[in-house]
């Protein structure tokens, strides 16, 4: 088995400030970091990180951003279908502020340029079995979706950032649906979160869905099927992929034949570490890390 994410990847420009900036505000930034992000490439690290099945990023970077193949290989991702076009890579301005909470401007740029003939080239390596991961930062999305089913690949999807378009996507192919509150909200039209996830799951029979809730946890649904997780109170240093990485350290352990359960364990240990670091990318942790969380208490 092997795990392909098929996702954006971007040149990250972020820049640490007292509070995001209110309209018509200027203030000052204490640093700025540049650094390679992107869900797509935050979540392949992420897969990396935890271990287990080889994972391939594919997608598709500027001139501007070569270096970024060398960043993913260091982390044990295989780059051989990133890539490079004439547009440039795309970008993300993000705020940092001092509480970790972030906020985030993107630019596309190649991540919406990726062809059919690209999309056929990268998905005849891959076989009925293997996992793909995919996130709402590049273009066609449906004809990945549907030329991955008819072969055979189990779908993960996480539909950030939230967008009408999503409503389109033919999503009864997925077999994992990750979304945060917003999400589940756009998705299934109810606020409460609970009842978006008893929506959603009614609405996809036999998918499994997992709603993130940041400090509070995860919830799982399956059918009938409820379980949960919560966190550990960490101080929270930066946000900026703790998402990302629950996201592919849990469909490295389901790959790995880990249960729904310890699959959210693992996936929220990865995380609560995360938000412990500075950066996206250099903040996702290895298992080896996870005992670092043994000196906070535990929330469920």
Known sequence: ??????????????????????????????????????????????????????????????????????????????????????????????????DGQNSIVLYAGSNKEITQEEINQVLANFEAGDWLILQNEINLIDYIMERAHAKGLKICFNPAPFEESVLSLPLHYVDLLVVNEVEAQGLSGITESEAALDSLTGKYPGKSIILTLGPLGARYGKDKERLSFGTWLVPVVDTTAAGDTFIGCYVANIAKGETPQKSLELASAASSITVMREGAMDSIPTPEEFDLLKEYKYKS
Do not use: C
């Open 1 to 98: 088995m092997r795990i392909l994410n098929f996702g954006s990847t971007n040149i990250d420009i972020i820049f640490n400030v007292n509070h995001i900036v209110l309209p018509g505000e200027t203030i000052s930034s204490s640093s700025v970091v540049r650094s390679t992000g992107g869900k797509g490439a935050n979540q392949s690290v992420a897969v990396a990180q935890a271990g287990g099945y080889p994972v391939y990023h594919a997608g598709k970077i500027g001139p501007d951003g070569l270096w970024i193949k060398e960043k993913l290989e260091s982390k044990g991702v295989n780059t051989d279908y990133l890539f490079v076009g004439e547009t440039p890579t795309g970008q993300a301005l993000i705020q940092v502020a001092e």
